[in-house]
């Protein structure tokens, strides 16, 4: 049989073929066709496979939905073969780099010879660049950063890439005879935002036929090593998973120590050592002496440690406050009632607000707040004035009809270049909830970026600051903040700061979060949902909360909806 190709893979081939346009200086139009089937594909909360109908969802027509056919039935498509034959298969690379869109990529083609890393790193090196049109000294300078950013980003995949991977592989290893726990271990247990290989830890009776069912998995593409006790494979992807066989009774301290992280490692050795243990991936040790080993509560115990949860494992005060008594009692996706920032088709989102809604709902949300642009996204479809006004009337109406849930009529305002906001006091006072967000000027000098976020922070209008540092994972670095000088206007103005939970921002990250709640500022978690699918997306935000040491009552969307409205009505 076929294997099913999932929505991921199917927005992959979509998303190359109009990377592979855009290098041809094709039709614009039908590129963005491409790219937003693509988008609107990955965020489809249920697999194409199982829709009849694929003609009805928005943006697909009849063109792009036979593909998708062709694709589900494990084709292979003619149009995208003939186009990889077009351009050198190094080029398409070249685009992931900061600063390099399409036309740079051409140019430095034509006139240079560049076709892969390898040329485009030479090229940068040498002088004839300069003589280019259009590239200057300064812009070689940031192409040379956005190459090392991308030569080191590559070496690592996304959180929620790696943990579909991962838990496809976990179910597959389950089937192994004699099989008993698989577990995730390493950087994605931890939930970092990116990761650097999986790290899988099983147990049970049999190691041999867990490493044999491994070697046979279709996704596996290259086989590193195979053994008895630990086994590593490249999978199709591209991402390495490094497997350990540990026999029952050392499998709590085996998963603690492929846990990691290394720093935490470390620190836990210390006291070991100091009680005159020894502790090592195959136990904790008096002497000769086995004495724990078989979970990782155990091999805590033995360290007068209570059990630390894997997101706080990074060395930074939770063994102290393990000792203290003082472990934070971690958010946790049930404790979410609401998802705070989210798009509607009124701008660049996929779906109708009601059908947002109506997800949010089966959620078991209590309440959503839709978040469409302001004007100055003019990309996006962003909302001036009178839109806005319009859109916060059908919200009204919907609010009149829906039973036990609350729309709350929101909106995610630009902040502009010299800290003025992108539409009048007189329209946000009339809104429930109003995010500030920087699309623009991201490279500012950190004392200007600081003082443009003081006087937007400071005009009172903004209750939440969305996705506060505008890194995306992999392109584009955050914004330069004094963040010590923001803090009092946060406390002052009672403002919440996002943990944006798409697995593409992931910002305000757990560094920063931890810092943050440690001044005393509040959360708001929400997904940036543009589709229906990206509602899901809560529990990556909530991995991240949890890293920044976050508990449920610091974060305003677990509040009951009426002491979230008095919150938000208090502040006006
Ligand atoms: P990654 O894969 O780069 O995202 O990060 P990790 O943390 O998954 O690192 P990885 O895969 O190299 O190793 C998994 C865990 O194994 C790591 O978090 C801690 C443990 N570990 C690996 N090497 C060492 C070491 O040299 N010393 C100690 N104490 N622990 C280690
Ligand atoms: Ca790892
Ligand atoms: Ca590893
Ligand atoms: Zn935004």
Request: net charge positive; with cysteine; hydrophobic share 35%.
């Amino acid at each position: 049989m076929a294997r099913l190709i999932t929505n991921q893979e199917i927005a992959r081939v979509f998303y190359e073929i109009a990377d592979i346009l855009d290098l041809k200086n094709d039709n614009v139009f039908k590129i963005r066709a491409y790219r937003r089937a693509g988008q609107l594909i990955e965020g489809f909360e249920k697999p194409l496979s199982q829709v009849a109908d694929l003609e009805s969802l928005p943006g697909i027509g009849k063109e792009l939905s036979e593909k998708i056919r062709a694709l589900l039935r494990g084709e292979e498509l003619e149009t995208l073969k003939n186009l990889r034959k077009e351009v050198a298969p190094g080029l398409l690379a070249l685009l992931r780099i900061r600063g390099m869109g399409p036309k740079r990529v051409r140019t430095l083609n034509e006139k240079l010879g560049v076709k892969d890393l390898n040329s485009f790193c030479r090229a940068l090196g040498e002088g004839e660049i300069l003589n280019l049109a259009g590239f200057g000294p300064k812009l070689v300078d940031d192409l040379k950063k956005g190459l090392s950013e991308f030569q080191e980003y590559s070496k690592r995949t996304r959180l929620d890439l790696a943990k579909t991977q991962a838990e496809a592989l976990v179910e597959y290893l389950k089937e192994a005879k004699g099989v008993g726990r698989v577990e995730v271990a390493g950087s994605l247990r931890r939930r970092l935002e990116t990761i650097g290989d999986i790290d899988l830890l099983v147990t049970g009776k049999d190691p041999k036929a867990v490493m044999e069912r491994l070697v046979n998995y279709p996704k596996v593409r290259e086989i590193l090593s195979k053994g008895n006790t630990k086994s590593s494979v490249v999978l199709e992807s591209g991402v390495q998973a490094d497997v350990r066989f540990f026999e029952p009774k050392t499998f709590g301290a085996g998963l603690q120590y492929f846990t990691g992280s290394k720093a935490h490692n470390i620190a836990i050795r210390t006291i070991a050592k100091q009680k005159g243990l020894k502790i090592s991936e195959y136990g904790v040790f008096r002497g000769e002496k086995l004495i724990a080993g078989r979970t990782e509560e155990e091999v805590y115990q033995t360290l007068d440690l209570p059990y630390i949860p894997p997101e706080l494992r990074e060395d930074r005060g939770e063994i102290q406050a393990g000792r203290e008594d003082k472990l934070p009692e971690l958010i946790g996706l049930k404790d979410i009632r609401g998802d705070l920032q989210v798009h509607s088709e009124w701008t660049d989102g996929a779906s109708p607000i009601l059908e947002m809604a109506e997800q949010a709902k089966k959620l078991g949300y209590e309440y959503l707040a839709i978040t469409d642009h302001s004007k100055s996204q003019r990309q996006t479809g962003g909302l001036d004035e009178k839109e806005l006004r319009k859109e916060f009337q059908e919200i009204d109406r919907l609010n009149q009809k829906l039973k036990g849930f609350r729309i709350f009529k929101g909106v995610e305002l630009d902040i502009l270049k010299d800290g003025s906001l992108d539409l009048p006091e007189r329209i946000l006072k009339t809104a429930d909830l109003v995010l500030g967000s920087v699309h623009s000027h991201f490279n500012l000098p950190k004392p200007d970026q600081t003082r443009r976020l003081l006087k937007a922070l400071g005009s009172g209008m903004i209750q939440i600051f969305s996705h506060p540092t505008g890194r995306l994972i992999g392109e584009r670095e955050p914004i330069m903040i004094d963040w010590s000088r923001l803090v009092p206007v946060l406390l002052e103005k009672k403002i919440a700061v996002e943990i944006n939970a798409s697995p593409h921002r992931l910002d305000a990250n757990g560094d920063l979060a931890k810092y943050l709640k440690d001044q005393g500022v509040i959360f708001s978690l929400g997904t940036d949902a543009h589709t229906l699918g990206g509602l899901k997306d809560m529990e990556y935000g909530v991995f991240t909360a949890r890293r920044g040491w976050v508990e449920a009552e610091e974060v305003i969307n677990t509040w009951p909806l009426n002491k979230l409205e008095n919150w938000l009505r208090n502040r006006r």
